[in-house]
């Protein structure tokens, strides 16, 4: 059975850090490309970041140069360095694998920037 199980969130002041962590199970994790996604009310969600089995990392446009994907394959964890936060990160976080011919996803971790 996969699980991915995020923790880190909170509340932020704009311009702060957050640093959120996903653990999964249930894979052979340093064979798998791992996801970060985030959600924000009543929008779609969208895909933040992305780091292949072999390190390379992708980017949305709009956090490049703020946020930094990285993993641990001993620990199978990849985590999610959010800096210079801004009131539209606003968003609950979810890390999600494609594995076995499915999407898994976490529960979500909530991160709030106020304006």
């Known amino acids: 059975q996969v699980r991915l199980v995020e923790s880190g969130g909170g509340l932020v002041q704009p311009g702060g850090s957050l640093r959120l962590s996903c653990t999964a199970s249930?894979?052979?994790?340093?064979?798998?490309?791992m996801n970060w996604h985030r959600q924000a009310t009543g929008k779609q969600r969208e895909l933040v970041a992305s780091i292949t089995s072999d390190g390379s990392t992708n980017y949305a446009d709009s956090v490049k140069g703020r946020f930094t994907i990285s993993r641990n394959n001993a620990w199978n964890r990849v985590s999610l360095q959010m800096n210079s936060l801004k009131p539209e990160d606003t968003a609950t976080y979810y890390c999600?694998?494609?594995?076995?011919?499915?999407?898994?996803w976490g529960q979500g971790t909530q991160v709030t920037v106020p304006p």
């Open positions: 999600n694998v494609l594995a076995r011919g499915s999407a898994f």
């Open positions: 249930g894979i052979n994790f340093k064979l798998y490309t």
